[in-house]
């Protein structure tokens, strides 16, 4: 068993979609965001203990795992940054939470960073774990970056030409999504989890390629005027920056200082492993992130 009995499984409605999560724990709410191409499960090794200390809560965003995958709107407006924000502050809300924690990996960062800006006044602190912000990559997109981040121009391609290529063979595409991304010099078996990546391959579903390939999508397209209007607004809610010393963002920007051209008070530091860090390195994540949230 993954998560331990503290945790409970439950599922909100919402207007259009349905979101599946786990909670659970004691003391102020932490809400922890997964990213691509997983699930809430990524989180099972650092959740058991930082439950000891905050109420846990950890959501499958629309599109993964057991929560709704609508189809795509044309303008991709709904897999976009702000309206996964918007589900997150409605699931909080519903459970009675209006500030609290959170930390965001990946796809699950950027959805933190939109958090920071649209509700500061719920945010307490924020943790991003291993990117960089999202208009700031495209912005100074090059060879080296199209070569290290090429899923970010495949899963934007139109006529579900990313889709029908990935159906093919669903699980060697996650697998090797993991594989390329973590520390190559640690094996498969010894960062992650059998059951995790069941999970992550049960739910890596047909609906589930072309919902993520829509968030892609939606990054490429209105995450990108939405970000753009926010070009003069920095995060102000205290932000802590984590990244795998030996993943891309380590090895293409000045991560604390492209970050602090986004937000007024940034700290952070890289961790010894790739991209996966809640996977890679549970200890260390668990604690920096309870040093942050003290």
Known sequence: MLFS???KKDKL???DI???YKHGGKGKALLLIHGYPQTHTMWHKVANELSKFYYVICPDLRGYGDSSKPKGLENHQNYS?????KDMIELMKYLGFDEFFVAGHDRGARVTHRLCLDYPENILKACVMDIAPTYHMFQNTDQNFATGYYHWFFLIQPD???ETMIAQNPTYYLKEKLKRWSDKAISFENKFDKEAIKEYIRCFDKDS???TCEDYRAAATIDMKDDKKNTDKK???P???LWGEKGFINKTYNVLKVWEEYASNVSGKTLDCGHFLPEEKPKEVIKELKIFFK
């Open 5 to 7: 009995d503290i945790f």
């Open 13 to 15: 409605r919402l207007e």
């Open 18 to 20: 349905t979101i599946n």
């Open 81 to 85: 940054k702000k309206t996964m924000a």
């Open 160 to 162: 579900e030409l990313p």
């Open 209 to 211: 390629i072309h919902a």
């Open 235 to 237: 995060v102000e809610t």
């Open 239 to 241: 932000l802590l920056i």
